[in-house]
């Protein structure tokens, strides 16, 4: 049986250091309930997909702290060719796919990659070295702390529950303050 998000992001929690985290669609309604950290950013409203794109950028400009994306399997669907540019990136970037096979908070359609598309072979395929899957908890619990650690670029893939018909989550403050939140933190450090 696949693990919940909550459950998949329980055990990310503790490893992510100080780390970035980009959350989107469900994750970023239950992120929040899990750290409250200035690091911490729900891109919601987001531009399905682009949540990589805005890691990738942030990797860069901080190499040294490194970034963790938390994307819906829809949302990677969407905008599979970030993969093969992050492929390129010697950046320090952690892709999760939590992969239910839906558009989770749009009414919780299949989508046309339902039970199709293995997101670490993709990542492999376009050149990503680091990838992995987990399908259970266990597995999850026990491989996390590899998959999370070293340098990126690192894709996982992760199967989740699908829980149909939930709703887009609110973000926990608006964008203009989650941006200077964001803003202001990293350049403390």
């Not at 992001?9 to 959350?23: K, W």
């Not at 050149?127 to 491989?143: A, E």
Request: glycine share 10%.
């Amino acid at each position: 049986m696949p693990m919940t998000q909550r459950q998949a992001l329980e055990v990310l929690m503790p490893l992510r250091g100080e780390r970035i985290v980009v959350t989107t669609m469900s994750s970023a309604g239950i992120w929040p309930t899990l750290s409250q950290s200035l690091l911490d950013f729900a891109y919601i409203p987001s531009a399905m997909g682009h949540g990589p794109s805005l890691g990738l950028g942030l990797a860069l400009a901080q190499p040294e702290r490194g970034v963790i994306v938390v994307n819906g399997d829809g949302c990677q669907l969407m905008s599979l060719g970030n993969l093969a540019t992050l492929a390129q990136q010697p950046a320090n970037i952690f892709i999760i796919v939590l992969d239910n096979g839906q558009y989770e908070v749009t009414g919780g359609q299949p989508h046309a990659g339902t039970g199709r598309v293995d997101y670490a072979a993709v990542a492999r395929a376009v050149g990503v070295k680091r990838t992995y899957t987990f399908t259970d908890l266990p597995s999850w619990q026990s491989g996390a702390a590899e998959a999370i650690s070293g340098p990126g670029p690192v894709v996982i893939d992760l199967k989740v529950e699908a829980l149909p018909n939930q709703k887009t989550p609110k973000p926990p403050r608006p964008m203009a303050e989650q941006i200077r939140r964001l803003q202001g933190a990293l350049s403390v450090a």
